[in-house]
């Protein structure tokens, strides 16, 4: 079963920030948490990971909490192109990359 | 060049037929996984091989064997196939098994059985 609880769906302005939120309270110390996107149709995406400490790419920023329970994907400036199905997964350690995605959150970016 | 690329992007066939769907990778990772998601969207792991060598097997019927005859390559094949193997299938690639490696993935095969 997926380890993380993320909203069904969100909506988001164009040009605004877009804050995706996600829960992963049961989280072990050596474990990353990642962040995929699925646009229709396609094979998912990914977009930022990180352990601890906050991360920034050409993409999105990641904001982990202190106790790292939960996390927040921002997607800065959000354009019609950023619809699609956002996954927030931990990823277990050893063994390789066993991710379950789960339900994930269905952004709608509108005009 | 398509990073993770899986043949056929769609394949319709009857109920009990046998077929393969095959990924190839030019990245030079080391590790190749298969997906399935169903319907409900979820995406599953089924199986993961690194340097060819099977690492990861999911609760997931005999009927489905992966083959890696090299580690650019990895084919799933599908025997005896059920109206519930319908769903989409992906293909994906690390550099390695680590935590922290991001893994690509190839466009995906809808398959539908009929």
């Known amino acids: 079963d997926a380890k993380t609880t993320q909203p069904t769906s969100m909506d988001c302005a164009e040009g605004r920030a877009a804050n995706l939120p996600c829960n992963h309270s049961?989280?072990?110390?050596?474990?990353?948490v990642y962040w995929y996107r699925q646009i229709h149709s396609q094979g998912p995406q990914y977009i930022i990971h990180g352990l601890k400490n906050n991360e920034t790419n050409e993409m999105a920023s990641l904001i982990i909490t202190e106790d790292r329970k939960s996390s927040t994907l921002i997607l800065p400036h959000a354009t019609l192109r950023d619809t699609a199905v956002y996954y927030c997964i931990v990823r277990v350690e050893a063994g390789g990359f066993k991710t379950i995605f789960g339900a994930g959150t269905r952004l709608f970016v509108k005009a | 060049d398509t990073a993770v690329s899986q043949t056929p992007k769609y394949l319709v066939t009857q109920m009990g037929n046998d077929k393969s769907i095959k990924c190839e990778q030019n990245?030079?990772?080391?590790?190749m996984y298969w997906y399935k998601q169903d319907s409900k969207k979820f995406l599953k792991i089924m199986f993961s091989?690194?340097?060819?060598?099977?690492?990861i097997n999911e609760t997931v019927p005999n009927r489905f064997s992966p083959k890696s005859p090299d580690k650019a390559h990895l084919n799933l094949h599908i025997n005896s196939l059920e109206l519930g193997d319908s769903a989409v299938y992906f293909c994906?690639?690390?550099?390695?098994?680590?935590?922290?490696?991001?893994?690509?993935f190839g466009q995906g095969t809808r398959l539908t059985v009929v």
């Open positions: 994906a690639s690390s550099p390695h098994r680590a935590g922290n490696t991001e893994a690509f």
């Open positions: 049961t989280i072990s110390g050596n474990e990353y």
């Open positions: 990245l030079g990772h080391d590790t």
């Open positions: 091989y690194n340097n060819k060598e099977l690492i």
